[in-house]
């Protein structure tokens, strides 16, 4: 996702199952349609729709149903990226004499449609029409939606997005190393040093932020970067343990059962 576009999603079907990803920082509407959301491993159920906005404040694993959706009324979800640097500009400008207290911080804001962003967003699809309208446009939308984010009810937990050693800033710095390296050991002690916080303190402002542990964040990770090799590749169940970071075969067909309902090896064969 890049940081001045949109994304769109559309679907003319509902969803057989459950897919598993990983978000990005940014702001969803669904403005047709509706999806059942699934995160921090269950722990947080939630439906996004019409009436819905959602504002992901970190890279985390959730699982996506589409649960409404047809040819003459399809799926749209409409993603606005949002960037700690772009953040950071503007809390600045916003708040110079220094950031309000955030009550509570969080990787998922749910809260009901903000009819003031939600025109924006939708103002931006019309500048796929105009693309050197809408190469001037967009940046200045895109700020508008951050001013108005940061200025809303969950303005202060947003900026601290935008603060590297605030302790979002240093979560998001952990989940990007993770991103990275799933594949190789973790010892939490020495991700705890790299960005700067103590090991209780790493472990309880991680599944503050993202709901689940930093082993189960690695786990997860994990698991979906193997159901992409098995099922886009028809990787054997073996290579694909291997090359995610399982040194057993029969440990990771468990945990990959537990997660999607499956077997790893039925799961190749219904690609």
């Known amino acids: 996702m890049s940081e001045n ?8 079907r509902i969803s057989t199952e459950q897919t598993s990803v990983l978000t990005q920082p940014c702001v969803c509407i669904v403005s047709q349609g509706a999806k059942a959301v699934s995160a921090s491993r269950g722990n947080l159920e939630y439906v ?18 589409i649960t409404r959706a047809s040819e003459d ?36 804001y749910i809260s009901e449609s903000e009819p003031e962003i939600v025109n924006i967003i939708l103002r931006m699809l019309t500048y796929i029409d105009e693309p050197k309208l809408g190469d001037l ?25 935008g603060i590297s050693d605030s302790h979002a800033g240093q979560i998001n710095q952990a989940i990007s190393w993770l991103k ?5 050991p973790m010892r939490v002690e020495e991700l705890a040093r790299q960005i700067g916080m103590s090991v209780s303190s790493f472990h309880a402002h991680f599944k503050a932020i993202t709901g689940i542990s930093p082993l189960q964040f690695q786990k997860t990770l994990r698991l979906q970067a193997a159901r992409r090799l ?4 028809d990787k054997e169940v073996s290579l694909a343990a291997f090359e995610v970071g399982y040194a057993s075969t029969s440990q990771f067909s468990r945990e990959y059962t537990r997660e999607f309902g499956t077997a790893p090896s039925r799961d190749s064969l219904t690609t």
């Open 137 to 161: 446009l967009m940046p200045l939308a895109m700020e508008e939606i951050l001013i108005r984010l940061l200025c809303s009810g969950i303005g202060p937990a947003i900026a601290q997005m």
């Open 48 to 65: 996004e729709n019409e009436t819905s906005m959602v504002v992901y404040a970190a890279e985390v694993p959730i699982r996506v149903k």
């Open 5 to 12: 576009n949109l994304e769109v999603t559309r679907a003319s």
């Open 73 to 108: 009324a399809p799926y749209f979800c409409l993603m606005v990226p949002l960037t700690a640097a772009r953040i950071a500009e503007v809390a600045s400008r916003l708040y110079p004499a220094g950031l309000p207290k955030a009550e509570s911080v969080s990787s998922v």
């Open 230 to 233: 098995i099922r886009m590749q």
């Open 180 to 184: 990275k390296h799933y594949a190789e």
